[in-house]
Structures are given as structure tokens and as C-alpha cells.
């Protein structure tokens, strides 16, 4: 069964400082989505790639899907203590169905 | 989020009780699935519902736990005779199916005393 491995598990920065968050799948990922998830609250989404490749922007956050599909990261510039939170990747192993699998998560925060 | 709609927010059961979750979809979507994040851990997928028909439930405990998701009304997750262990959090989303964008409600919190 295909497994998402995220790194790092934590991540500390000072405000103003730049960041990577990576996603690493054991099997080719047909959607890697994004989503933000602060303390005790639902999931925000980010964004969704599908192409190898593919890199979108919204805001100061950047994700991108290799060329192989097997791995994405999340780049955040400038980072804000708005940025703190829990970043989970999640996967669409089959291709048709939607059904996600995530990773554990990597917990960021920002110090101001 | 695009208005996925869960409620309660907050629910406290005994243990033997019944616990019914509920999640409205974003207006549109008739794919809902069902996650559970259990303390310390990361976000499982339980069950995947269209409209009246249950498409893939391979995350969904064999016994005390059923979902439906009716042709009128929002998604049900109904979890028999609570035990503490269902203590959860349990996110509901939807989408249009395949690999298109999907939005998470704000979750139900359960937790069985």
C-alpha cells in the first residue's frame, strides 16, 4: 500500500526566514494535495498537483510535484507567524477515487 | 474551506451511547469521505460515500461503525455503543470525485467518558 513520509517532523524558524517542507511517496502519486491544519481545527487546503513537474503559488507558499510524481515540497518564503501550523500532504494513490492518504504531518512554527 | 459543514463540533458520549456525526457537503460535490485522526496520530481514511452508495469503506471498523449518505440530507457517520478508544477527531470532505480538489469540514470532536 502506498505511504507518505513527510520531513521534517518539526520545524522551527525566526520570522522572515524561508522554508521546505517534503512529501515522499513509495509509489507514484496520481494527486498530491496540501493542506494547513492549526491545533484542534479542521484542514485548510493549500493546494493540488497532478502533473510531474507541475508547481503552483498562492501567496508566499509554493508547492511543487517532481518529475517522477514521487515527490512534492512546500516552500514558503518569508515565513509569518500566520505560517504556524500543521502541514499534512495527502495522496490520491489510485487516481479515481479521491480517497486520500496523508502523511503524519510536520508542525511548524514561527517564531515572531 | 468551501463550506463543508460538520456538526457537532464538540460531542460527549458515555460509553455504550450512540454517537451520530453529520457533514454537509460543499453545495455540488456528491463525493463525501469520512477520516478519523486519533490522538497523536495522523488523518485515516474511513469511508467513501455518493449519493445513497457506499463506494469503499476498507477504513471503517467491522462492527458498531456505518455511514450513509442520503439521497436527501447530509452524511451520517454513526458509531454504535461508544468505547473510549473512539475518542476522535473525525473529519468529513467532499469533492467531485477523482482527483479533484478536496475541502475538509471543521470536524467533529468526540469524546466518550
Keep these: 500500500s502506498q505511504e507518505l513520509e513527510q520531513s521534517p517532523q518539526s520545524l522551527i524558524v525566526q520570522e522572515g526566514k524561508n522554508l521546505t517542507i517534503n512529501c515522499t511517496s513509495s509509489k507514484t502519486l496520481y494527486g498530491l494535495y496540501w493542506y494547513k ?11 493540488m498537483l497532478q502533473k510531474g513537474g507541475e508547481e503552483k ?22 515565513s509569518q507567524p500566520s505560517h504556524a501550523g500543521i502541514y499534512l500532504c495527502g495522496a490520491d494513490g489510485s ?18 | 474551506n468551501a463550506g463543508v459543514m460538520q456538526n ?7 460509553r455504550g451511547q450512540e454517537a451520530r456525526l453529520r ?23 474511513m469511508v467513501y460515500l455518493q449519493k445513497e452508495n457506499i463506494i469503499d469503506e476498507s477504513g471503517m471498523p ?27 477527531a473525525y473529519f468529513c470532505a467532499s469533492s467531485n470525485g477523482g482527483t479533484t480538489e478536496a475541502f475538509f469540514g471543521q470536524g467533529t470532536r468526540l469524546t466518550v467518558v
Design chain 1, 95 to 112: 487516481g479515481n477515487t479521491g480517497k486520500l492518504i496523508f502523511g503524519q504531518g510536520t508542525t511548524l512554527q514561527v517564531k515572531p
Design chain 1, 37 to 47: 491544519q492549526k491545533y484542534g481545527e479542521g484542514l485548510i487546503f493549500l493546494m
Design chain 2, 62 to 88: 467491522k462492527e458498531r461503525f456505518s455511514a450513509e449518505f442520503p439521497k436527501e440530507g447530509p452524511s451520517i457517520l454513526r458509531i454504535q455503543q461508544v468505547v473510549r478508544g473512539d475518542s476522535a
Design chain 2, 23 to 45: 457533514c454537509s457537503p460543499v453545495k455540488g460535490h456528491s463525493h463525501v469521505y469520512w477520516y478519523r485522526q486519533l490522538p497523536e496520530e495522523g488523518l485515516k481514511f
Design chain 1, 57 to 78: 503559488s498562492h501567496e508566499k507558499i509554493t508547492a511543487k510535484l517532481d518529475e517522477k510524481k514521487q515527490q512534492s515540497s512546500l516552500h514558503i518564503t518569508a
Design chain 2, 8 to 14: 457537532p463540533r464538540h460531542l460527549v458520549r458515555r
